[in-house]
């Protein structure tokens, strides 16, 4: 049975989080290549030297230290820059999640939304729709798929009475501009020009 997502307010509201993709709004198609014996053809790598081919998962990712040695998964420790050590934090669907803070929609703008779920409840969620469709503010929580160290932002949609969970991160907006005016050199524009005058056949 796939995890439920619990929102609380005034009471408990489990909902089935259901991923929308490309996929699904608009279907796909799959381009695949055979031999001429009628076998589906593999997709495989070929090393640096040519000598040997490499089987499809054949390739993962290593963690070696400073010295070259291999390094276990599970003897790696997460800090923070300040080089304390970093807060595991549980998953969204370990426990109910309390409906306690809003975002505007100037905030909700400010971030980039990488993931769009629709929540399909197990009961009647009418009162929930409804405060989230006729609240000027967007109900805001942190949202994390399973336990990490560093959450997504998450916000709950309303539309034609379904709810929409959307997931993203603060976009970091840069000001470009001018810090300073420039200043003219005003000698390396007069010597500028006076070369320009020289007559070379003078020479």
């Excluded at 709810?163 to 524009?189: K, M, R, S």
Aim: hydrophobic share 40%.
């Amino acid at each position: 049975m796939a995890r439920q997502l619990i929102l609380q307010t005034d009471k408990a509201y489990p909902f089935n989080v259901i991923k929308l993709d490309r996929k699904k709004l608009y279907g796909w198609k799959d381009i695949v290549a055979y031999d001429s014996a009628g076998e589906e053809c593999v997709r495989a790598d070929i090393d640096p030297s040519g000598a040997f081919i490499i089987p499809k998962g054949g390739k993962a990712l290593g963690i070696l230290d400073k010295n070259g040695n291999w390094v276990e998964r599970k003897e790696l420790q997460a800090v923070y820059q300040d080089g304390q050590t970093a807060m595991l934090l549980p998953s969204s669907f370990d426990q109910p999640i309390p409906l306690t803070r809003r975002a505007s929609l100037e905030e909700f703008l400010d971030h980039t939304i990488e993931y769009v779920y629709l929540l399909e409840p197990n009961e009647t969620a009418t009162e929930l729709v409804k405060q989230v469709s006729t609240n000027e503010e967007l109900f805001t929580f942190t949202y994390n798929y399973r336990a990490g160290y560093e959450g997504s932002a998450a916000f709950l949609v309303e539309s034609k009475g379904n709810l929409f969970l959307l997931v993203g991160y603060p976009t970091q907006f840069e000001f470009i501009g001018l810090e300073q005016i420039a200043e003219f050199n005003t000698e390396e524009e007069e010597s500028a020009e006076q070369e320009e005058e020289l007559d070379f056949s003078m020479m």
